[in-house]
């Protein structure tokens, strides 16, 4: 009979809910619970409770907000660094729970955990070369190579790219505090509804906002093109559930392309296949993955 495989812990830690699971990886979620995200203290506690109920684990993977420390090699290792969250700026996330449970704890960002999952179990199963973006609150991208997550100093950073500005939309500074008008500080959810009030979902389909959106989107997805030649390009988060939106950007992103690439928009330009599952899927391969070191 086959081994029985090691059980693990998983958690998303997202700036508004933590997505908590214990199972023996992704396919196999034996508990499943969401907690609002309150201050460390309360959220951490009610993290450890939950998984105190499961005996037995060998692992807990954590793909989290950021900005975070992911190098092991550094001083703050399993950090969240100076975020917006208030609260939450430089928090030991991953020691905290090492220590709690005395357990190796995989430590990522919630977007390149989710960049893992649709490279191993979603999307991108069949790319060499894979990135996943998410469009929401913020922008953020993962890059993963061969199955494994891409990193150097840091974690990449694809929403503070600088898309083209159209020549008639020049007007609109942006919202990103650092950059103003970089991807984020225009196509993110909160740049949408200061520029024009609302989500992008609430406006009218001929709404001006549509065109110049996946313009920016495809602008962005062309550079990534460019500068990594992957196989695929996963669109996922709360903006790209606009009707319409994904279609425009791969239109977009064929026209502006010039037929210059080996692999047409359509063919690297994908939507998710695991869902709002893929970071706690992700969470789950970063334990795994602990154990097979």
């Known amino acids: 009979m086959p081994a029985e495989r090691p059980l693990l812990g998983a958690i998303e830690a997202g700036g508004t ?3 908590l699971g214990v199972g023996d990886g992704p ?10 995200t309150r201050d460390p203290e309360t959220t951490l506690a009610e993290t450890v409770a939950f998984f105190r109920k499961h ?5 807990i993977g954590i793909g989290s907000f950021g900005p975070l420390e992911r190098n092991r090699d550094a001083a703050k290792w399993g950090h969240i660094l100076a975020t917006p969250k208030p609260g939450w700026s430089d928090c030991d996330l991953a020691g905290s729970i090492a220590r709690t449970f005395g357990l190796p704890v995989g430590f990522d960002t919630d977007v390149n955990a989710a960049a893992l999952a649709e490279a191993r179990r979603g999307a991108a199963r069949d790319a060499k070369v894979s990135v996943y973006v998410t469009i929401g609150t913020g922008i953020g991208g993962g890059v993963i190579a061969d199955g494994q997550i891409i990193g150097g100093t840091g974690h990449p950073e694809l929403g503070h790219m600088r898309p083209r ?7 609109f500074g942006g919202t990103c505090p650092f950059h103003g008008d970089c991807l984020e500080g225009l196509a993110s959810g909160p740049a949408i509804i200061a520029r024009w009030g609302q989500s992008l979902s609430h406006l009218a389909p001929d709404h001006e906002a549509h065109a110049i959106i996946a313009g920016y989107l495809a602008e962005m997805c062309n550079s990534v093109r460019a500068t990594l030649a992957p196989d695929a ?10 009707p ?3 279609e425009r950007i791969v239109a ?13 928009a359509n063919q690297v330009i994908r ?18 993955d602990l154990l097979q070191d």
Not at 27 to 36: F, G, K, S, V
Not at 233 to 242: A, E, F, N, Y
């Open 165 to 171: 500005r159209a020549a008639d939309d020049r007007d």
């Open 55 to 59: 005996a037995g684990l060998a692992a």
């Open 271 to 288: 939507r998710p296949a695991l869902g709002p599952i893929s970071g706690l899927a992700g969470a789950f391969l970063l334990a795994a």
């Open 17 to 19: 809910k933590f997505v």
């Open 27 to 36: 396919d196999a979620i034996i508990e499943q619970m969401q907690i609002p």
């Open 233 to 242: 390009i996963v669109l996922g988060g709360g903006v790209m559930g606009t």
């Open 244 to 246: 319409g939106l994904f």
């Open 252 to 264: 977009e992103a064929s026209a502006r392309d010039g037929g210059y690439f080996a692999l047409s």
